[in-house]
């Protein structure tokens, strides 16, 4: 008896050292399952979606549409019973652009009509024109004296050759346990190439060059063509000039489908005459410098000087409506906070929403709102810099916090697509995996599985990070984000998945409830510590 009273002992506290961490967290699972059923069974999401890709359409930061993306999700937040929604200013930013009309055809040796784009921030052609088209490679400034005194009155075929692969396999992919595997493993800092700013500034300052030698030139335009090797029409376009006051290109500058450009480019080479017919209608905006977030909140009940936040970028590039990136983003945020006022959920904490613009030129708004709310670094002496955010460049000196910042609990993002969430990136930070793997654990019947320590970037929750804010965003699927939408004509409602959406929502929902609900804030990681500055990398290194 007494052996077998000692065996039962012994496994009780086997028992209890093997209890999932999960269970070591508190979860509402009531209430996680209400969320879970007004996601599945009563969402909008899509009708989000329309309203926002298919009603206004591409937001580029500065255009006419994203003022009324700005003021449509605002009435929206409103309308769903949140209290004090806005939009708070950051800037100022620059000059607004928005293209309104382009058709583009060759004239000779044949007539045809070509898939082309405007790069943002370059002007139209002021009407029809046409011209001969040249080729051009230019890599770096050595090569500007192979071309001077050549390319006045031409259609420049610009860039190498356009490398455009027979498609064998779909360009649609979900995370597979062994990919998930692989993410969950940490990645020693060392082991990646470090970003050097100084290399990124060096390009730009090339990229301004080759525009002033084009304008130099009296070049009638330039035609690039599309990155990447699917092509099937798809065109990858972002800007071609500077949104700076003061920093205008004057030449008109396009974006071509591959296939069309390496037509053009065969019968170049071919030594035949090839000339287009141009008609780009481009219209600048100086109306406001100021750009805008949307701001949102469900106010808390005991800790409600305490936030929990959650966001997405609102702005895209221009060529589709920008519905992966980042309305995909934009709708569930919107949609997650929908499901808690639907549930009359009481927060303890309050939670606030942020719909940033101008994240595509360098997560602009949310730097600008972190650095009016939460913290800053000093300004540079960079006249590359004049005007612009230091959050992120940790060689401007150490983040000065602000009272605020000490209110802050976390902060979630979603910005890669519209593919499901398969996990969560802990940005280094040890402390949040228990309570996140409890968080984690009744969406494992949805593909959530995964942490890892790893940090990801180019994202805005990286503004929130800056200044010691737990600030995460969420892994996905690929689905066809970087293959097909990411920046392209093709990232329109259509390529937007429903299902995945709505799961999406659901578990953004239940992070952001877990944390208001939760007794403490999320722990915290320390700031991390300015780098001394780069030196300046000479031009033969």
Known sequence: MQKVVRSVCLLTAISLFIVPS?????????TITRIRYEGFHDSKVMEFASGLMDSIGERLTGSPNMKRANEWTREQLTAMGLSNARLEAWGPFGRGWANQYISVRMTSPDIAPLIVYAKAWTPGTNGVVQGKCIRATIEDKKDFDKYKGKLAGMIVIFGPDAEVKTITEAPFKRLSDDDLAKMADYQVPGERPPFR???????????????????????????????????GGTVFVQSGGSYKVGETTTVPQLTMASEHWSRIARLLQQKKDVTLELNVTNTFYDDDPMQYDTIAEIPGTDKK??????????????????????????????????????????????????LWSGEEEGLLGSQGYVEQHFGSRPPMDDPNMKGMPTLLRREAGPVTVKPEQAKISAYFNVDNGSGKIRGIYLQENESVAPIFESWMHPFKDLGMTTLTMRNTGGTDHLSFDAVGIPGFQFIQDPIEYESRTHHSNMDVYDRLQPDDLKQIS?????????AAMRDQMLPRKPIEKPLPKEPEKKDDQ
């Open 506 to 514: 659901i578990i953004v929902a239940s992070f952001v409830y877990d």
């Open 22 to 30: 999960w269970s070591q967290e508190k979860v509402d699972l009531e």
């Open 197 to 231: 700013m100084a290399d990124f500034v060096k390009r730009q300052q090339f990229v301004k060059e080759l525009n002033q030698f084009f304008a130099d030139e009296k070049v009638l335009a330039v035609i690039d063509h599309s990155r990447g090797t699917a092509g």
């Open 305 to 354: 000087d305490e936030v929990v936040m959650l966001g997405a970028h609102l702005d895209s590039w221009h060529a589709g409506t920008g519905a992966t990136d980042n309305g995909a983003g934009t709708i569930v945020m919107m949609e997650a906070v929908r499901i808690l006022k639907a549930l009359d959920i009481k927060p303890r904490r309050t939670i606030r929403i942020g």
